[in-house]
């Protein structure tokens, strides 16, 4: 197979190589040790040790997940293996990555379900589909109706449930989900019962057993038993990670607190997101750097953009004039991928 390098990568790839563990636990799964790359306008993947094992052909590519990958062609958009071959042939007009064993595709304007077979398990009548989770799955159906499905395509529905807005990050985790109506949030279990009212000016999904919420004009958590885990006091918040979340409390800039509400890492940056895999994505001066949970600066802040840690490496984007590229670090700051396009 022939190996794709840009100029000056070897050199950048012997330290990368040697430099840490970069697939661990569960983080393995995300990823399954594959990333994809841009390289002149096509993509492939590379491996953990910036080799490329699945060579650019796709117009599109997404990471792997359940052992396989999203890709698009110009036929449409299908699924591979680590090996680069189609086990789902490129016959759908849009699709979504696989989770809890089922992946979203649209064929004729609708909207439904494949297995792993690439056989449908619950038939396209959808206006919308997102992906699965904890058994559930966020869909729109022909009447424009928001509504959550089970594995078998059911609407699922409590006398307590809610007319269902659509909100910015739908699905289920750590048993509930967020929910809008008539601009209030609040949270329904997986069988639809409405067990936090709607009560709430603005909230996130629940992430690590906290929830941030908005009340008045000041954020706070909130447990999955509705009980106040932390005060509101914050004029943002995000969600819990890693034992720690960013917050703004005063001015412009962000902090991070652990799960007592306690300022762990004090306020100094322009921008923050919450941690993966012992990292989180900050912004200073416009540009986006990477810090470990004692808030030491791991990789300095060069980057126009990033994306979070999986598997040991992250995606990052550096703009040149019109152009963006995209490359990957691993969790010491090296390259893996020097940034292509």
């Known amino acids: 197979?022939?190996?794709?390098?840009?100029?000056?990568?070897?050199?950048?790839?012997?330290?990368?190589?040697?430099?840490?563990?970069?697939?661990?636990?569960?983080?393995?799964?995300?990823?399954?040790?594959?990333?994809?790359?841009?390289?002149?306008?096509?993509?492939?993947?590379?491996?953990?040790?910036?080799r490329m094992v699945i060579e650019p052909t796709f117009r599109q590519a997404e990471p792997f997940a359940e052992d396989v990958a999203l890709v698009r062609t110009y036929s449409g958009f299908g699924f591979i293996d680590r090996g680069g071959t189609f086990v789902i042939e490129p016959r759908f007009e849009e699709a979504r990555s696989f989770s809890d064993g089922r992946a979203a595709v649209r064929m004729d304007?609708?909207?439904?379900?494949?297995?792993?077979?690439g056989a449908f398990v619950i038939n396209p009548q959808f206006t919308a589909a997102h992906p699965f989770a904890e058994?559930?799955?966020?869909?729109?159906?022909?009447?424009?109706?928001?509504?959550?499905?089970d594995r078998d395509g059911q609407v699922v529905r409590h006398e307590t449930t809610p007319d269902l807005d659509e909100v910015e990050t739908?699905?289920?985790?750590?048993?509930?989900?967020?929910?809008?109506?008539?601009?209030a949030y609040g949270y329904i279990d997986r069988s639809g019962r409405l067990v936090i009212p709607l009560q709430y000016a603005a909230a996130h999904p629940f992430s690590d057993g906290r929830a941030a919420v908005k009340i008045s004009d000041r954020w706070g958590y909130i447990d999955t038993k509705q009980g106040t885990a932390i005060s509101p006091?914050?004029?943002?918040?995000?969600?819990?990670?890693?034992?720690?979340?960013?917050?703004?409390k005063d001015g412009n800039q962000w902090g991070y607190i652990d799960a007592r509400g306690t300022l762990v890492i004090p306020a100094q940056f322009d921008e923050a997101r919450p941690f993966?895999?012992?990292?989180?994505?900050?912004?200073?001066?416009?540009?986006?750097?990477?810090?470990?949970?004692?808030?030491?600066?791991i990789v300095e802040p060069r980057f126009d953009e990033v994306w979070p840690f999986r598997g040991g490496a992250?995606?990052?984007?550096?703009?040149?004039?019109?152009?963006?590229k995209y490359g990957y670090i691993d969790r010491q700051g090296n390259y893996l991928w020097y940034p292509t396009d």
């Open 276 to 297: 993966s895999e012992g990292r989180a994505a900050v912004m200073v001066d416009d540009r986006w750097g990477f810090i470990d949970p004692a808030g030491n600066f």
């Open 170 to 183: 739908p699905g289920f985790s750590n048993g509930l989900a967020l929910v809008r109506d008539d601009g």
């Open 1 to 50: 197979m022939k190996r794709l390098v840009p100029y000056g990568l070897a050199l950048l790839l012997l330290p990368a190589a040697a430099g840490c563990d970069f697939l661990n636990g569960k983080d393995e799964s995300l990823t399954d040790g594959l990333f994809p790359v841009l390289l002149d306008g096509e993509w492939g993947y590379i491996d953990a040790t910036g």
């Open 314 to 324: 992250a995606r990052v984007r550096l703009d040149t004039g019109e152009r963006r």
């Open 233 to 248: 006091q914050f004029i943002s918040a995000a969600g819990f990670a890693d034992d720690r979340a960013p917050v703004r």
């Open 135 to 149: 058994g559930r799955a966020f869909v729109r159906t022909l009447d424009y109706d928001w509504a959550y499905i």
């Open 109 to 117: 304007g609708r909207w439904g379900y494949i297995d792993h077979r």
